[in-house]
C-alpha cells in the first residue's frame, strides 16, 4: 500500500466527467482501502467556465486549456471524458508522447483509431484503457481482454444501445408507435435532440467495431460495420414477431469465421434490426439495458447484463481503469500488448440467415404461387407462410430457411417487378436460438 497520491487531468466535466469527480471526492476512503491508492485531481477542463456545474465540482480546478492538462508533468493519468474526434484525438496522443496514461470512453475515436492509439501507448510504455466506451457500466472490455485472452471467441451478440432498446421496448410492450417511443426517449433524456447516430445504429457501429477489434484480436474499424438501424421497424412487424415466438432488437453481431485449409479467418461485423427467438436471453433484455452475449469455443456460452449508459455506471467503468492505470503506473508494468492486423472483412452479402419478409399484393389469384416461384429460382426456401387479407390487397409472411443474403437480395428485386406486388413492408433477419448462422 502506498499513499502517493496519482494525480489525475479531467478532460471533459459533462455527465460523465462530473459523476467521475463526484465518486473519487466522495468514496476516496473506499477507494484507497480497496485499491491502495490515493486519487487526487489535478485539473479537469471544459469548454465554456460560465456553465453551472453540480456543487461538487472543484472550481478552482476548472481550465479552459486541455493541453496545459495533458502536458503538465504533475499528472500521471490523463482521463478523456470530452467526446468527438478533435481535440480529443491530439490531447490523448499529447498526453502518451509526455508518458501519461489514458484512460477514456469515446467509441468514436476508438472506433477509428484503437489499434493506432493502442500502438503509441506501447511505445511510450504506457496504457491507454477504454472500458466505458462499450457498454458503459459493464464490465466486458476487461473481460474480453483479460479473462477470455485465450479464448477462441466466436460470436459477440450484443444489445449496445440503451435508447434503442428502449424504444423496441416500448414498442413491443405498449404499442407504442416508433415516433411516439422516440419522443418519449427524448423526454427521459435516454435520446439526444437529433437521434440519428442511435437510431441509425451509428453509436452501436462503433461499439461493434471495438468488441469485433478486442474479441477477435484484429483490427476492425467503424467502416467495416455493415449498418441498418431502426427508423423502418413498424407495430406489424412486432405482431407478427409475437405471434411466432419472437421479439425485435437492435443487435451488434461480430462472428468469427475459420478460414478453410489452414487461411486466415475472416470477420463479419454487423448492427441492424433483428427477429429474436424469445428463448433467446437477449430477448429478455428490457428498456435502456445492454447485454452481451459471448460465445467461446471452451468457456460456452456468457452473458453480461447491465447500464450501458448514464453518468455514475460509466464512471464506475472509467473509475475501474484509473485504478489499473495507476497500479501499472506504480509498479512499471503496462497491460499486455499484442499487435492486431488488419482484419479479413467477410462480405455482408455472403451471410446465411433466415429472414422475415412482409409483402403487399393485390389480392388475386395466383400471385402467391408467382411470388413462391421468384423464391423458388433464387434457391431461398420457404419455412413458413401467412396471408392476412387487407381489402383489395393482401399481406404475405414469409419466414425463409437459412439462405444467403446475396440470394434473399436478388429475390426481392425480382419480387418487386411482379405486377401484382404492391411494396415490400417488411424485412427483418432472424437470429435462432443462440446463432446468427444456424
Ligand atoms: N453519457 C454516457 O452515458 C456515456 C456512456 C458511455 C460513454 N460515454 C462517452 O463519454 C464521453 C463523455 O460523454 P458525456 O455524456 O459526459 O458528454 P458531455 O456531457 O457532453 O460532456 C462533455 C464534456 O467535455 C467538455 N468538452 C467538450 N468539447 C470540449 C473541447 N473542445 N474542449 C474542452 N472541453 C470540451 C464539455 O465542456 P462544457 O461542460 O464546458 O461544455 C463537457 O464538460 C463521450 O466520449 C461519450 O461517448 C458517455
Keep these: 500500500m502506498s499513499s502517493i497520491p496519482v494525480r489525475l487531468g479531467i478532460l471533459g466535466c459533462g455527465n460523465v466527467g462530473a459523476a467521475l469527480v463526484k465518486i473519487i471526492l466522495e468514496d476516496q476512503s473506499l477507494i484507497e482501502s480497496q485499491t491502495g491508492e490515493v486519487l487526487e485531481i489535478a485539473a479537469i477542463s471544459v469548454r465554456d467556465l460560465s456553465i453551472e456545474r453540480p456543487a461538487w465540482v472543484p472550481r478552482e480546478l476548472l481550465t479552459l486549456d486541455p493541453f496545459s492538462v495533458v502536458t503538465d508533468p504533475s499528472i500521471d493519468i490523463v482521463v478523456e471524458v470530452m467526446g468527438g474526434y478533435d481535440p480529443a484525438k491530439a490531447l490523448i496522443e ?45 464490465p466486458l472490455i476487461r473481460s474480453l481482454k483479460v479473462s477470455l485472452a485465450a479464448e477462441r471467441v466466436r460470436r459477440v451478440t450484443g444489445i449496445v444501445n440503451g435508447t434503442t432498446n428502449y424504444i423496441l421496448t416500448r414498442m413491443s410492450e405498449d404499442g407504442t408507435s416508433y415516433q411516439d417511443a422516440l419522443k418519449s426517449a427524448q423526454e427521459l433524456g435516454y435520446a ?6 442511435d437510431v441509425g445504429g451509428i453509436d452501436a457501429s462503433a461499439k461493434a467495431a471495438i468488441l469485433a477489434s478486442i474479441a477477435f484480436g484484429r483490427k476492425v474499424q467503424y467502416g467495416d460495420v455493415y449498418r441498418e438501424g431502426i427508423t423502418s421497424v413498424t407495430l406489424d412487424d412486432f405482431a407478427f414477431a409475437k405471434r411466432h415466438g419472437f421479439t425485435l432488437k437492435l443487435l451488434a453481431i461480430c462472428e468469427w469465421i475459420e478460414g478453410k485449409d489452414g487461411e486466415e479467418g475472416s470477420v463479419s461485423v454487423r448492427v441492424h434490426p433483428t427477429m429474436v427467438a424469445l428463448t433467446h436471453p437477449l430477448s429478455a433484455v428490457r428498456e435502456a439495458f445492454n447485454a452481451i452475449f459471448v460465445e467461446g469455443d471452451s468457456v460456452g456460452e ?18 475501474g481503469d ?14 499486455r500488448h499484442v499487435a492486431r492486423p488488419a482484419a479479413q472483412i467477410l462480405p455482408f452479402d455472403e451471410l446465411d440467415y433466415q429472414f422475415y419478409i412482409a409483402i403487399d399484393v393485390s389480392d388475386r389469384p395466383g400471385v402467391l404461387a408467382q411470388v413462391a416461384t421468384v423464391f423458388g429460382a433464387n434457391g431461398v426456401s420457404i419455412m413458413s407462410m401467412e396471408q392476412v387479407g387487407l381489402g383489395q390487397e393482401a399481406r404475405l409472411i414469409f419466414i425463409t430457411h437459412q439462405a444467403k443474403e446475396r440470394a434473399v437480395q436478388m429475390t426481392l428485386a425480382e419480387v418487386r417487378e411482379l405486377g401484382a406486388v404492391r411494396r415490400l413492408v417488411g424485412f427483418i433477419r432472424v437470429l435462432g436460438n443462440g446463432s446468427a448462422q444456424g
Design 192 to 197: 439526444e435532440a437529433d437521434p440519428t447516430a
Design 322 to 335: 484509473i485504478i489499473d492505470a495507476a497500479h501499472n503506473l506504480r509498479y512499471g508494468s503496462t497491460e
Design 302 to 319: 456468457l452473458m453480461f447484463y447491465g447500464r450501458g449508459a448514464g453518468g455514475l455506471p460509466t464512471a464506475s467503468a472509467v473509475l
Design 94 to 138: 499529447e498526453a502518451l508522447r509526455a508518458k501519461k496514461s489514458v484512460v477514456t470512453a469515446n467509441k468514436t475515436l476508438l472506433s477509428d483509431f484503437g489499434e493506432e492509439l493502442s500502438e503509441l501507448a506501447r511505445s511510450q510504455g504506457r496504457d491507454i484503457f477504454f472500458e466505458a466506451a462499450v457498454a458503459g457500466g459493464i
